[in-house]
């Protein structure tokens, strides 16, 4: 049996963000029952915005014609079975860094259909007010539903909670217990 790739997307520019301890518990849970697990993290790579040329609507293009951190990702996207993307929700949506990310996604609709397309989607929110309306959260959530079922990547799971101060999110033992549950299901 084919072992599943599973690729996690860090979205906080926090290098031990609540978002992130999530992502890690996800990958914990792919990783026990065998999938194959690679992280990255955008903080660390320098991704520009679209320039909306269209160039990777041409006939013929091969994707983005910037040559970035996108680059390095756009082959990990695509030999990936699952990705989960996490985030931290910033100014009532989702981080910067994780916006960069979906807005360059545009470029895998160059071929025919969406190179994402199929793919298990699982998605990690934290954010600070205890509600999800109030705090933004909905906003970034219902952006992913949209981007993912508009190019037919499948969203598998969504984990998402309220943690105000860095690393908090380790005493909520039911989120951390869902993220694993979410990396299971996405590396099956």
Do not use: H
């Not at 194959?36 to 293009?61: F, H, N, Q, T, Y």
């Not at 309220?162 to 993220?179: F, P, Q």
């Amino acid at each position: 049996m084919k072992k599943q790739k599973v690729l996690v997307i860090m979205g906080s520019p926090r290098k031990r963000g609540n978002s992130t301890i999530l992502a890690e518990e996800a990958a914990k849970g792919a990783r026990r029952i065998g999938a194959e697990v690679e992280i990255v993290r955008l903080r660390d790579m320098a991704i520009r915005p679209c320039l909306a040329c269209e160039s990777c609507r041409r006939k013929g293009a091969k994707g983005c014609v910037q040559d970035d951190g996108m680059t390095l990702l756009y082959p990990k996207l695509r030999a990936a079975d699952a990705i989960v993307i996490s985030s931290p929700v910033y100014w009532f949506t989702m981080s910067a860094q994780v916006k960069l990310l979906m807005d360059r996604l545009y470029a895998f609709g160059a071929e025919k259909g969406y190179a994402l397309e199929g793919k298990g989607i699982g998605i990690i929110l934290t954010y600070a007010d205890a509600d999800p309306f109030s705090s933004g959260a909905v906003n970034a959530l219902r952006a992913f539903q949209d981007a993912f079922a508009f190019i037919g990547a499948p969203i598998k799971g969504m984990v998402y909670g309220s943690a105000s101060k860095v690393g908090e999110i380790r005493g909520n033992k039911t989120l951390m217990k869902d993220a694993r549950a979410l990396g299971k299901k996405l590396g099956a």
